[in-house]
């Protein structure tokens, strides 16, 4: 138990009970995307991360495993793993082919973003070209590259056990790739670039 008269226990709750207010929403927002079908964004990691530090600075020290209630703090190593493994993935399959074909990155002017859709959600990223964007559901990478020539490409990697790259001519504006496998379904998923004046705020 904890002795509330102390300065460094009512501290350490006072930090317990906001990372507890983050994992409450973090739970709401999970619920919210399971009944509305999109994906609603909590605040992961970070509410197990002020639990913990909260029950770290007080006289009892074991109540830091309630940080253990944030799923994001269980899935920290998960994904700091998933991160890395996405990487060497990339450096295998698609980076490659950027090498072989001779691409260049292209003078960009403003800071235009790209809008990637899939069937749960829709997500804005800066634009960068010969650079890996991942995704996980639907599990692919992807990259845009250009030539010297201006001709611009769409470079997708389907995470299939052959480990080959498509390269898809791209418009510089908009593509849809379908026949995405995810689950025991096929899905689309489309990549838009937005210039600055179409960029929401």
Partial sequence: MLDFSQPRNQAGLLIAGIGLFFVLMTYGAYIASKRSGHFVSGVPILGGLLIFTGFLISTNRLLCLLALIDPGFIALPYVLLRGRRSRKRSEAVLFPVIKE??????????????????????????????????????????????????????????????????????DGKKITVGDIRQKNQTVSVTVEILPDEETPV
Avoid at 103 to 111: E, L, M, T
Avoid at 145 to 158: H, I, T, W
């Fill in 101 to 170: 074909r001779g691409f260049v990155i292209p003078q960009v002017k403003g800071n235009p973003q790209i809008r990637v859709t899939t069937p749960a959600d829709s997500l804005l990223h800066p634009l960068r070209y010969s650079a890996p964007y991942d995704l996980y559901v639907p599990r692919l990478a992807f990259m845009l590259c250009a030539d010297s020539e201006g001709n611009q490409y769409f470079l997708l990697d389907r995470y299939q056990k052959n480990g080959a790259a498509e390269i898809l001519p791209f």
